[in-house]
């Protein structure tokens, strides 16, 4: 089959694409190449039986593709991929995965210094070759090096969002399986960490055999680590292990809470079985020989005296105490999430229109969603300035009207992601960001600041009172980028002061990570929950942030799109 190498080579055409600085293009065939990835039928075949309308057929494929994909089934080759290839001969992927070097960087790195790949970038950084090239100099440098360090130290755990839709189709499989009772996820992916080191499934069968027959022999296999009755251990081709492990029926939930972790939640809790008298292990709960519990998870928190837990509150992070005393927090759900207010649209870099965005939304049955395209100073982007806002502005109240005449209960609210200024000043005029139903304002460029400097920044955002929203506001993004040097105390501070609500946002940022959400729940800060969508598909991010935010142990009233468009717009500044 050639999907697999297809799939590959669209992915590197998006990376090539984006050195080229092309704002949408890439994701069209990142989605190809994932929608191939999964397509279980032969792409030629397809092709054989129905031509090119069959190919235009498979999900994310559009015309364009469907023209590379025959091309490529005809030739071996795509014309198109080979001259981008010619263009910048460098391992494209590699190159792209260090932060602080940007596509045009990586361009520059291979014309003046031949740099290939990630060992030639260390050679060169090591040599300090870097920092006299044109549009580099010393910091530039600087930050590379951060960017190969922090490639290094975090190499071996991969986002959350990457390894979920893997995992979860892996799941179904298993679930399928006539020999399978139960399955589960467990581990870190079901307590939903932004990165998780290995996938871990539970499954309960009377028959390991063939459970794990079928386990090793699973496309993307790559190696068995080692393989039991109990557990199987395999490496896949993405660059991930999984773990498999089989129990009866009866030790069903005592393993899923046991394989679920994390380990010094597991700890906390066989502690306080002890205490009671009691044994508990991955088997079940037992009073001497007599096993009192095991099949379900409930059962087992519950005999030993505790409040049932949410996976992502299990890290023995005061989980255990507030369980013993029945005060867990009644966590987030993603159907609290009435709307999404961090939105992209094709006036700016994001790729669907207003409509289809809408229309998203409303497929998700949500009440409401704000369009807050970047402003003027994020060219890269296709930013808004004043003059188009305001166009922009007359053309939502018209959707909205027509919404209205046809007795539709859903509206597009208006609102920017308007850039903060090096100053702390907001790069649209306050006159027009007053006529907007919400701001968003966030950071995005010269973020190498210092943390005093930095905060009389996003305290200036913050106290000016058109601002409502302050976008992924430490600026780290997981895997990949530390925050920026900032004093979260402070930013709470701040934000109470001035009624400022902070973003969760569920992109591969993840900002707010667990532990801030966590204290700004406690100073009573509010959050948002948004995707920063800048493809309709993006909007599934959701689920991300919410998760995120029970790991924070927020709940529905600490997050205001939980609310209705009229409770919502009462949480902006000068909306009273
Ligand atoms: P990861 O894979 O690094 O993202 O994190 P986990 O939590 O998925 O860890 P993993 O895969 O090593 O093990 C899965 C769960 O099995 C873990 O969360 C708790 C349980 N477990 C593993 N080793 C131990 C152990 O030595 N003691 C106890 N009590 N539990 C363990
Ligand atoms: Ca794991
Ligand atoms: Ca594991
Ligand atoms: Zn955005």
Redo the contacts with the bound molecule.
């Keep these: 089959m050639k999907n697999q190498e297809l799939a590959k080579i669209f992915y590197e055409i998006a990376n090539f694409l984006q050195t080229e600085g092309v704002a949408f293009k890439p994701f069209a065939y990142q989605r190809a190449a994932k929608s191939l990835e999964d397509l279980k039928e032969d792409v030629a075949q397809i092709y054989i039986n129905k031509g090119k309308n069959g190919l235009e057929e498979i999900e994310g494929v559009g015309k364009n593709i469907a023209l590379q994909i025959e091309e490529y089934l005809k030739t071996g080759k795509i014309a198109g991929h080979q001259e981008l290839k010619n263009k910048l001969p460098v391992k494209i992927d590699e190159l792209m995965r260090v932060e602080g070097l940007g596509p045009k960087k990586i361009k520059v790195l291979y014309e003046k210094l031949g740099i290939k790949s990630l060992k030639d970038l260390e050679k060169a950084v090591k040599k300090h070759e870097l920092k006299d090239l044109f549009g580099f100099g010393e910091t530039t440098e600087k930050n590379i090096l951060q960017g190969l360090e922090f490639l290094k130290t975090s190499h071996g755990?991969s986002p959350l969002q990457v390894i979920t839709p893997v995992a979860r189709k892996v799941l179904k499989k298993l679930e399928n399986l006539k020999e399978v009772k139960m399955a589960s996820l467990?581990?870190?992916?079901r307590?939903k960490?932004e990165?998780?080191?290995?996938v871990?499934f539970l499954v309960a069968s009377d028959n390991p055999k063939a459970v794990m027959d079928f386990f090793v022999a699973l496309p993307g296999v790559k190696k068995v680590w080692g393989r039991g009755d109990t557990k199987t251990s395999v490496y896949m081709t993405g660059g991930f292990d999984m773990?498999l492990r089989v129990v009866p029926e009866k030790s069903y939930g005592s393993a899923l809470q046991?394989?679920?972790?994390?380990?010094e939640h597991?700890?906390a809790t066989?502690k306080i079985a002890m205490e009671k008298g009691l044994k508990l292990s991955e088997y079940g709960v037992f009073e001497g020989e007599n096993q009192i519990a095991g099949a379900t998870e409930q059962d087992v928190y519950k005999v030993i005296g505790m409040q049932y837990i949410e996976p992502e509150l299990r890290e023995d992070q005061g989980e255990i105490q507030s369980s013993l005393v029945g005060s867990l927090p009644a966590l987030i759900n993603l159907e609290d999430i009435k709307g999404d207010l961090h939105c992209h649209s094709n006036w700016n870099g994001g790729e669907h229109s207003i409509e289809v965005m809408a229309k998203t939304a409303m497929e998700k049955g949500y009440q409401y969603i704000g369009i807050s395209d970047h402003s003027k100073t994020l060219k890269i982007e296709n930013g808004l300035n004043e003059k188009q806002l305001l166009e922009q502005n007359k053309y939502i109240k018209n959707l909205n009207s027509k919404f209205k005449s046809q007795n539709l209960k859903f509206r597009i609210l208006h609102g920017v992601e308007a850039d903060i200024l090096k100053d702390g000043s907001i790069d649209i005029k306050n006159e027009v960001l007053a006529q907007l139903d919400y701001v968003i304002a966030s950071v995005h460029l010269n973020t190498k600041m210092e943390t005093k400097e930095m905060m009389a920044r996003i305290e200036k955002a913050m106290k000016n009172s058109n601002v409502d929203i302050i976008a992924h506001p430490t600026g780290r993004i997981v895997g990949r980028r530390e925050e920026y040097k900032i004093d979260f105390d402070q930013m709470l501070k701040l934000a109470n002061q001035t009624g400022t609500i902070l973003e969760i946002n569920s992109s591969a940022r993840m900002d707010l990570r667990d532990l801030y959400i966590r204290r700004a729940k406690n100073e009573g800060v509010k959050m948002i929950i948004n995707t920063d969508a800048h493809h309709k598909d993006q909007m599934d991010l959701m689920e991300y942030g919410v998760s995120q935010a029970r790991r924070g142990w927020a709940e529905k009233e600490d997050i205001i799109n939980t609310q209705s468009v009229e409770g919502l717009l009462k949480s902006f500044k000068n909306n009273d």
Excluded: Q
Aim: hydrophobic share 25%; proline share 0%.
């Design positions: 755990r467990a581990g870190s992916l307590r960490k990165t998780i080191g290995d871990d773990d046991y394989f679920t972790g994390s380990k597991n700890i066989r």
